[in-house]
């Protein structure tokens, strides 16, 4: 059973058209859900950390949520330079020092 | 300000070759990683350093061995190639555990 679910897969907006992007997960307990922006032949960058159910972080266009199953990233008013895949990775309590990545979402903002 | 450096960029080898990737931090990082990330798979953890001298097993760690010799450097080994290792290889960095991870660039290697 997958530990991470990205929805949707793939996301074309158009420039200005605000969205969310889901991060579904299935751990015993979260030390925390980590957010990383990834440009096509690019390693992830790192967005934001959430710790706690209730948690918000935000970064310009970006904010992120979390719930005790699920977050999200909304994009607001997103602009085209906002294009590219989008992973969501758990930190589980007794899993070590290891992040469990999601497969992304792959969003094309366009003009 | 480089960050996380990996080498070499891009990889053709063929079944059976053997090489080393390598991986280097300049922000005194205790913890790093290497990972591998195929189409629909997502990023897998294939091994893990907590310092110098320290390796361990991530989720898949078959047919690749690694060393840190050094805090700054940590270095992926493919002994025998074999296609099933095409992948796009990412060696990362953290001060912590639990906390985000610096990326390098990544490799691309390709196993004919």
């Known amino acids: 059973e997958d530990q991470v679910t990205q929805s949707p897969e793939a996301l074309r907006l158009q420039e200005g058209e605000s969205s969310s992007l889901n991060c579904s997960y299935t751990v015993s307990g979260l030390r925390g859900l980590f957010w990383y922006r990834q440009d096509p032949g690019k390693g992830p960058e790192f967005l934001f950390t959430l710790y706690s159910a209730g948690e918000e972080k935000e970064k310009e266009r970006l904010k992120a949520t979390l719930t005790k199953k699920e977050s999200f990233l909304h994009i607001t008013a997103p602009k085209p330079e906002d294009s590219a895949t989008y992973l969501c990775a758990v930190h589980e309590a007794g899993g070590g020092n290891k992040l469990t990545f999601g497969t992304g979402t792959q969003l094309k903002v366009e003009l | 300000n480089a960050g996380v450096t990996q080498t070499p960029k891009f990889r053709v080898l063929k079944t059976g070759q053997s090489m080393t990737l390598l991986c280097a931090q300049d922000?005194?990082?205790?913890?790093m990683y290497w990972y591998r990330q195929d189409p629909g798979m997502g990023l897998r953890l294939i091994h893990y350093?907590?310092?110098?001298?320290?390796?361990a097993k991530g989720e898949v760690p078959d047919g690749y061995n690694v060393s840190r010799l050094k805090k700054q450097n940590f270095l992926l080994g493919l002994e025998s190639a074999a296609p099933s290792q095409t992948s796009v290889y990412f060696c990362a960095s953290s001060y912590n555990s639990g906390v985000g991870y610096t990326f390098g660039s990544g490799t691309r290697l390709t196993v004919v």
């Open positions: 350093s907590v310092g110098e001298g320290t390796t």
């Open positions: 922000m005194n990082h205790e913890y």
